[in-house]
């Protein structure tokens, strides 16, 4: 029904209503609307060619050039995109504090202690399996977080998707003057801050080598994590049917911070870029990307 929703209903202010009128049921009974939304997926995915088209060519690389396989894979991460939208509905109606317990498998689990240990850190992921779901969860070590999202439009409709972000954990903010102040904020005073780092919203990005492309990757991350000597982790999230999710974290580091800070940033931006794709193409279809990526993040 949530992807059914994103896909067939009018305008932004129309979606807000019916997220307003269903989120109730839906944060009650997520499972079962886990399944109303791969069933809605099947059906996006058979009457959106440009969407199912676009997923398929971001995939093909990570598939090896394999247009049937990276066909499979699309189609799991379109059913993704229908979960994403089950999970911020009802996350602000789950039990959180048992989520990590309950749901979650942490890979290099040891390599989490750092959150309990004075400093900045800031968790860098991407647009794989459910990694809101998974910040919201790892608040509960005693670390809140400030997260930064793609701004939408209209305002209206951007304000209630972060009050739903924020009402499970952490507190979120649109990709802007306002949101990058406050993770500077949080990291000066030695928080964590969480975001993605796989698609350039911003148009300030550098460009790194993808899949065998050169495509332009966000630069903000690594340029926050020099100014304020954060510590980064790296960390990937593939989920199953529902809501059972697989972390995977990689192991941390610095942004170095000698005297040439674009190469600093570069080297930085490179690393994650080799990390990313190595996820990606071990678990293709987690990726769930709906734009040409390859299109709009290409370098000049």
């Known amino acids: 029904m949530a992807l059914a929703l994103q896909e067939r209903l009018g305008g932004p202010m129309t ?15 997520p499972r079962v609307f886990y399944l109303v939304a791969a069933a809605a997926a099947w059906i996006g995915w058979h009457t959106r060619p440009d969407r199912r088209d676009n997923l398929i060519r971001n995939l093909l690389p990570f598939c090896d050039g394999d247009r049937d396989r990276a066909r499979r894979e699309g189609m799991r991460a379109y059913r993704n995109v229908g979960r994403y939208w089950v999970d911020l509905i ?26 309990g240990e004075p400093g900045p850190i800031i968790v860098i992921s991407a647009h794989t399996g ?18 930064l999202v793609e701004a939408i439009q209209p305002p209206e409709f951007a304000e209630q998707v972060l009050r739903l972000r924020s009402g499970a954990g952490g507190q979120f903010y649109s990709a802007g003057y306002t949101g990058i102040r406050a993770c500077i904020e949080a990291l000066r005073e030695g928080g964590l801050v969480a ?19 050169r ?18 982790i790296p960390m990937f999230t593939t989920r199953n049917w529902s809501d059972h999710i697989t972390v995977y974290v990689e192991e941390t580091f610095r942004v170095a911070c000698s005297d040439h800070a674009e190469m600093d940033i570069r080297v930085a931006l490179e690393r994650w870029a080799a990390l990313l794709e190595q996820h990606l193409r071990r678990e293709p279809g987690q990726w769930a990307v709906l734009e040409d990526f390859w299109r709009v993040h290409a370098c000049d």
Do not use: N, Y
Not at 15 to 29: A, E, H, M, S, T
Not at 91 to 113: N, T, V, Y
């Open 15 to 29: 979606k807000l209503r019916c997220l307003q009128l269903v989120g109730p049921v839906i944060g009650r009974l």
């Open 90 to 115: 009802a996350a602000p109606r789950r039990d959180m504090s048992s989520f990590e317990r309950e749901h979650m498998r942490i890979i290099d689990q040891g390599r989490l202690r750092v959150l």
């Open 130 to 147: 459910a990694p809101d779901l998974t910040a919201q969860a790892l608040t509960h070590r005693g670390r809140p977080f400030v997260a």
């Open 195 to 213: 975001v993605l780092g796989d698609r350039d919203i911003q148009g300030t990005g550098i460009c790194a080598t993808l899949g065998g492309r």
């Open 215 to 232: 495509v332009k990757l966000p630069r903000g991350p690594w340029e926050l994590a020099r100014r304020t000597h954060a510590l980064v």
